[in-house]
């Protein structure tokens, strides 16, 4: 029989980046800036929902999905005197009373990163609840 160890390695946090920002000598410079590059397959993706949780290794995993009924494949039109279509025929497509859930994109964080996404969040969804306008685009946690 054999048997595996599994070693986890723990992600740095907010926390432990801030304490080492904090211990940072007077030499050191105290601001950094991000470049914020898109990559080749960057897209902007519809979500209906998303499935998920924590995985074996402790991180947060959520796979967002686009929810819909599937498509006739055929559908047989009569051209009515006024010129509209009149359905004749339908052919293919799914079941009324089921749905397919196109997984997008899996996305695999922190606990740490997690929670500020939830911070991130709940900032924003408070702002629209309230009715102010929307904060800056160009905010990031």
């Not at 992600?11 to 980046?17: A, D, H, S, Y």
């Not at 995993?61 to 039109?77: S, T, V, W």
């Not at 009515?80 to 695999?108: C, S």
């Amino acid at each position: 029989m054999l048997f595996g160890v599994l070693y986890i390695i723990p992600n740095p946090t907010l926390q432990e980046g801030a304490e080492r920002i904090k211990a940072m000598t007077a030499e050191e410079p105290k601001r950094v800036t991000a470049h914020y590059i898109k990559s080749s397959q960057h897209r902007i993706i519809h979500a209906s929902g998303m499935w998920g949780g924590i995985t074996p290794q402790g991180e947060v995993r959520i796979a967002m999905f686009h929810e819909f009924q599937k498509l006739p494949d055929r559908i047989l039109y009569s051209i009515t005197e006024v010129g509209a279509l009149q359905e004749i025929q339908r052919e293919g497509g799914g079941n009324p009373y089921e749905v397919d859930r196109e997984v997008e994109v899996d996305i695999i964080m922190s606990v740490g990163t997690a929670r500020a996404l939830r911070a991130w969040l709940d900032g924003h969804l408070k702002r629209f609840e309230e009715g102010k306008p929307p904060a800056r685009e160009e905010e990031s946690v």
